[in-house]
């Protein structure tokens, strides 16, 4: 009988071990599974708060000026000499007399060299003596080179200039040359324009030359920029290019801030441009002040902030201030409110137009 119920006891004791086996594993499979849940739920509001961006716009402003503003045609070549020579003997001779020394300067028909065959070599033009080759004394053969004279005060420039400008180079035009190594600037006028085309490519290239009158310092086979002015407005107003926008007609204009905090388009027309600023021949005045728009994308941290701000407000409001203040001025944070308005003429004083 006692066995019996020592074995029931057992029995029990068995029973509700498995019991509380199986309600801890109900208990860890829960917690795992809200586990589970709440990651997936973090993670998807982290991707949404990250996808979930607004542009915010703000204006970019540019002052207009007064000034001078000049287009032109731009070159690179290199400085050749135009007069160069180097003398020979033309026997077998020996050297009798040497009238200069490497550096001095000579003028057209001076005598520079004497032969014992009778040979007198003379300058051919102006120059200087770059290099002496014998000296009196030294027997030379027919064809040594004796004597070099170059004349380093008179250079020409030739640049290639493709089809597309051609057009615009011509004989007499006032140019520019523009020594790399000494920054130095020299006036002058192209000379001439070969038009027989030199290049092999599906481009075509013609040859102008310029005669330069180079100061000291200045060598053959320095480079050189040569500039040649296309037009010219002095004393009108000038605007970075980047202010300008045009609308579906390709009409220029800018914004500006209208009397009510709006932007309006104000259209503008425009001249001379060098690639970086441009006349306004109308629409703006010297010291006029427009706009740019530019759009940057801001994440709006919507949820996440509200999931984890526990503190009370102090966040969300500056979210909510964020998304209200939407149009803003980088300079000074004056606002704008989102309508635009389009105006063929500019705002006047009494509307407060940006004087």
């Keep these: 009988m006692s066995e019996t119920i020592l074995a029931n006891n057992e029995q029990q004791k068995t029973q509700k071990k498995k019991k509380r086996r199986k309600i801890l594993r109900t208990?860890?499979?829960?917690?795992?599974?809200?586990?589970?849940?709440?990651?997936?739920?973090?993670?998807?509001?982290?991707?949404?708060?990250?996808?979930?961006?607004?542009?915010?716009?703000?204006?970019?402003?540019?002052?207009?000026?007064?000034?001078?503003?000049?287009?032109?045609?731009?070159?690179?070549?290199?400085?050749?000499?135009?007069?160069?020579?180097?003398?020979?003997?033309?026997?077998?001779?020996?050297?009798?007399?040497?009238?200069?020394?490497?550096?001095?300067?000579?003028?057209?028909?001076?005598?520079?060299?004497?032969?014992?065959?009778?040979?007198?070599?003379?300058?051919?033009?102006?120059?200087?003596?770059?290099?002496?080759?014998?000296?009196?004394?030294?027997?030379?053969?027919?064809?040594?080179?004796?004597?070099q004279v170059a004349d380093f005060n008179h250079m020409k420039v030739s640049i290639r200039v493709d089809e597309y400008d051609i057009s615009d180079v011509h004989v007499g035009q006032t140019a520019r040359v523009t020594v790399t190594a000494t920054e130095q600037t020299i006036e002058t006028v192209i000379d001439s324009i070969n038009y027989i085309s030199a290049s092999t490519g599906n481009v075509a290239y013609y040859t102008a030359t310029a005669y330069v009158d180079v100061p000291e310092g200045v060598y053959p086979g320095m480079q050189a920029t040569i500039t040649i002015p296309q037009s010219e407005a002095q004393n009108v107003v000038v605007l970075k290019i980047d202010a300008i926008s045009f609308d579906e007609t390709n009409q220029a204009y800018v914004l500006m801030p209208y009397f009510d905090g709006t932007m309006q388009k104000v259209r503008i027309t425009t001249g001379v441009s060098n690639g970086n600023y441009v006349e306004i021949t109308s629409g703006l005045n010297n010291g006029d002040v427009v706009y740019v728009e530019t759009s940057v994308k801001e994440s709006s941290g919507g949820l996440l902030n509200n999931l984890f701000n526990f503190g009370g407000g102090g966040m969300n409001r500056q979210n909510r201030q964020n998304t209200n203040t939407n149009r803003t001025m980088p300079s000074n944070g004056m606002q704008f409110p989102g309508g635009m308005q389009f105006n063929n003429n500019r705002p006047t004083n009494n509307q407060g137009g940006g004087r």
């Design 27 to 147: 208990i860890l499979r829960t917690i795992l599974i809200l586990l589970l849940i709440a990651a997936l739920l973090i993670g998807g509001l982290f991707i949404y708060d990250k996808t979930n961006t607004a542009n915010v716009v703000t204006y970019q402003p540019y002052t207009a000026s007064q000034g001078t503003i000049s287009n032109a045609l731009s070159f690179s070549g290199s400085l050749q000499l135009i007069d160069n020579a180097t003398y020979a003997a033309d026997a077998a001779s020996e050297v009798r007399t040497v009238y200069v020394a490497e550096g001095d300067q000579v003028k057209e028909g001076q005598k520079l060299m004497r032969l014992s065959n009778g040979q007198t070599i003379g300058a051919e033009f102006d120059g200087r003596v770059n290099q002496l080759l014998a000296q009196a004394g030294d027997k030379v053969a027919q064809g040594d080179s004796l004597i």
